[in-house]
């Protein structure tokens, strides 16, 4: 059983489409994370939710809308997407109150690519 | 505030030798901190963690981290380097709350 799994794991488009990243966690985490890794391997916080509420929204372009219909998914939606948007999107969870939250548990990551 | 240090962006080591990747922390009270490998095409998974109760922390792999306060250091150590720990290292801190600090990453490549 994959803990946090992702959707699509490859995701090749046109500047200017609109696309979506699924993310489901099965772990029984209240939290959930988006995060941002370009071709430098740097990490980028970009939204956090906890039981579908959006604590954590950094400086992230509006084109980017995350959703979290439930507190087991958390979805990503960038409208007009633009070349600088590629990179590796990847999807994490954690429990609130764990000692130390950043024991985080992430997707495998899906790699975008905007042409 | 809070920030983390990897000093090395690449460290290569020959296999069967030790590994040592360093991370510094600045924070305003005690953190929680964290060691994260990734392998190539693959999400990041925990390999230790440290909160606050014995200095010396063991993880997956062989692999240790000792806390030193005194140095804010929180380095990433093995005694033998197999092919297989190939992969990026990212130190992570965190305030046990909301805030999660990810270093810059370290590249660890084994030679044959």
């Known amino acids: 059983d994959t803990a946090v799994s992702q959707t699509p794991k490859y995701l090749v488009t046109q500047m200017g489409n609109d696309k979506s990243i699924k993310c489901e966690q099965n772990?029984?985490?209240?939290?959930m994370y988006w995060y941002k890794q370009d071709s430098k391997k740097f990490l980028k916080i970009m939204f956090s939710?906890?039981?579908?509420?959006?604590?954590i929204n950094e400086t992230v372009p509006n084109r980017f809308s995350p959703k979290s219909p439930d507190k087991a998914h958390l979805n990503l939606h960038i409208n007009s997407l633009e070349l600088g948007d590629s990179a590796v999107y990847f999807c994490?969870?954690?429990?609130?109150?764990?000692?130390?939250?950043?024991?985080?548990?992430f997707g495998e990551g899906s790699r975008l690519t905007v042409l | 505030a809070q920030s983390v240090t990897q000093l090395d962006s690449h460290v290569s080591v020959s296999e069967g030798t030790p590994v040592l990747l360093r991370c510094n922390y600045s924070?305003?009270?005690?953190?929680?901190l964290f060691w994260y490998v990734q392998h190539p095409n693959k999400g990041l998974q925990l390999l230790l963690k440290?909160?606050?109760?014995?200095?010396l922390v063991k993880g997956i792999n062989g692999f240790e981290a000792e806390f030193k306060k005194s140095e804010t250091s929180f380095h990433l150590t093995k005694p033998s380097a197999h092919m297989s720990d190939a992969a990026e290292y990212f130190c992570?801190?965190?305030?046990?709350?909301?805030?999660?600090?990810f270093g810059s990453g370290t590249r660890l490549s084994i030679r044959p």
């Open positions: 994490a969870s954690s429990q609130t109150g764990l000692a130390g939250a950043g024991e985080l548990f």
């Open positions: 772990l029984g985490h209240d939290t």
């Open positions: 939710y906890n039981n579908k509420e959006l604590i």
């Open positions: 924070s305003s009270y005690s953190p929680s």
């Open positions: 440290y909160t606050s109760a014995a200095t």
């Open positions: 992570v801190v965190s305030d046990g709350a909301s805030k999660i600090i």
